[in-house]
């Protein structure tokens, strides 16, 4: 069982891992992943409701 265990984190610690590429906020990178076809049909929305019964919890006193 412990030599598993030991195979196991040696292979863990010896597998390289390759991290994902940071953020760039130009067109570039925009351009570089296209959306799928299905999106445009998908209407997401979001919606945000505010008003008097979201601040149930609030009093004066």
């Given at each position: 069982?412990?030599?598993?265990?030991?195979?196991?984190?040696l292979?863990?610690?010896?597998?390289?891992?390759?991290?994902?590429?940071?953020?760039?906020?130009?067109?570039?990178?925009?351009?570089?992943?296209?959306?799928?076809?299905?999106?445009?049909?998908?209407?997401?929305?979001?919606?945000?409701?505010?008003?008097?019964?979201?601040?149930?919890?609030?009093?004066?006193?």
């Amino acid at each position: 069982m412990n030599y598993l265990l030991f195979l196991l984190l040696l292979i863990c610690l010896t597998t390289p891992a390759k991290a994902q590429q940071s953020y760039q906020a130009n067109w570039e990178s925009l351009k570089k992943n296209q959306t799928p076809e299905w999106f445009k049909d998908a209407k997401f929305d979001i919606f945000i409701h505010w008003g008097v019964y979201s601040m149930s919890a609030f009093t004066n006193t």
